[in-house]
């Protein structure tokens, strides 16, 4: 996935492996033939969403300081994509959580600084934009410079933030040479599409699935349908990732597409993957965050001639042939357990 010259006979260590851009990222460096990988998550392995064992995996807290340079030692590039997070309906609610968060990349950037890694990636994210830029669906496309004057996503977003500013801090006064992507809505299978963690296009794919499968063919969207957004799809994301982590690139730098759609229109383009014709119930209680954000480009296509090119409908496809197959699967199971009690 990733193009261009890579020295395979590093150590990488992902934190956040056991989550669903770490276990993509993870899948993409064994395809590379990186043969010391280490995948870090503070979940079981028996829980993660991608596990592989030719890879080093360590079940780790990296909350905590010890834990931070356990898991770093020898490690000559490291991805942090660690924190505790989730969808709109998560981060709206649990705000403290969020912005606990911050002690991961502190006290991983200190591990960093001690044992001399080469290089450090940090996931940031779009949350961390100026709330005043984004208070219409019509958006102008965000861009590097939109985040200050600082107004993040409360909680999430502030969190971010400034772990933005200790990555350039730990670049500027001790040398560790850190990259930061702000990402902008990532999606694709294996990762979380139900239990209150997950996000807009795993979410309404699970409903048009259930709506399917149940033969109600209705659906509850979140707000008023009319929310602009733009969603990156996770093979994007992944090649991003690494070419940013690789390149010359200091400052914080969007990564994410710039198709941007209504949640209407996301909920059209699912309607055609799943093979449904939804009737829509609009919840306007719900969180639904800002009415409109979008990716600037420009920096990107300017600093590694790339951007994002997963058009959503395509990625949608394979989104919601995955969810489905695990939701059939469930069902299935469900009824097979249910069938072996009543006998």
Not at 58 to 82: H, I, P, T
Not at 88 to 113: P, Q, Y
Request: proline share 3%.
């Amino acid at each position: 996935m990733f193009q261009g010259e890579v020295d395979t006979d590093t150590t990488v260590v992902v934190c956040g492996a056991g989550g669903f851009i770490g276990g993509h990222l993870v899948a993409d460096l064994l395809r590379q033939g990186y043969d010391q990988v280490r995948a870090v998550d503070i979940k079981p392995p028996s829980q993660w969403f991608q596990k592989f064992p030719q890879a080093d995996n360590r079940s780790l807290d990296l909350r905590e300081k010890d834990n931070c340079y356990r898991a770093l030692e020898g490690a000559d590039q490291v991805y942090n994509l660690a924190a505790d997070m989730g969808g709109m309906g998560f981060i709206e609610h649990n705000k403290a959580l969020c912005m606990l968060s911050v002690r991961i990349n502190t006290h991983l950037l200190m591990a960093a600084r001690d044992m001399d890694v080469g290089r450090y990636f940090y996931s940031s994210s779009a949350c961390v934009y100026n709330a005043e830029k984004q208070d219409t669906p019509d958006v102008e496309p965000l861009s590097e410079e939109d985040a200050y004057p600082a107004l993040a996503e409360d909680g999430y977003g502030w969190e971010k933030l400034f772990s933005e500013r200790m990555c350039r801090h730990f670049r500027e006064d001790f040398d560790v040479t850190t990259r930061v992507a702000r990402y902008h809505n990532v999606y694709g299978p294996f990762g979380t599409y139900d239990g209150g963690r997950e996000k807009a296009p795993a979410a309404l794919t699970r409903k048009a699935i259930k709506a399917k499968l149940s033969g109600s063919g209705d659906i509850v969207i979140w707000g008023d349908g009319t929310q602009t957004r733009s969603f990156m799809y996770i093979d994007d994301c992944v090649r991003g990732t690494q070419k940013i982590m690789h390149s010359d690139i200091t400052d914080p730098i969007n990564l994410g597409s710039d198709e941007l759609v209504t949640i209407n229109e996301l909920v059209d383009v699912i309607e055609k993957a799943v093979e449904v014709d939804l009737d829509r119930e609009y919840d306007l209680t719900k969180p639904q965050g800002v009415d409109g954000r979008n990716s600037d480009n420009t920096k990107i296509l300017n600093e590694l001639g790339w951007e994002p090119p997963t058009a959503l409908r395509d990625g949608m496809e394979v989104t919601a042939e995955w969810i489905e197959e695990q939701m059939r699967t469930h069902r299935e199971a469900e009824t097979t357990s249910r069938f072996a009690v009543a006998h």
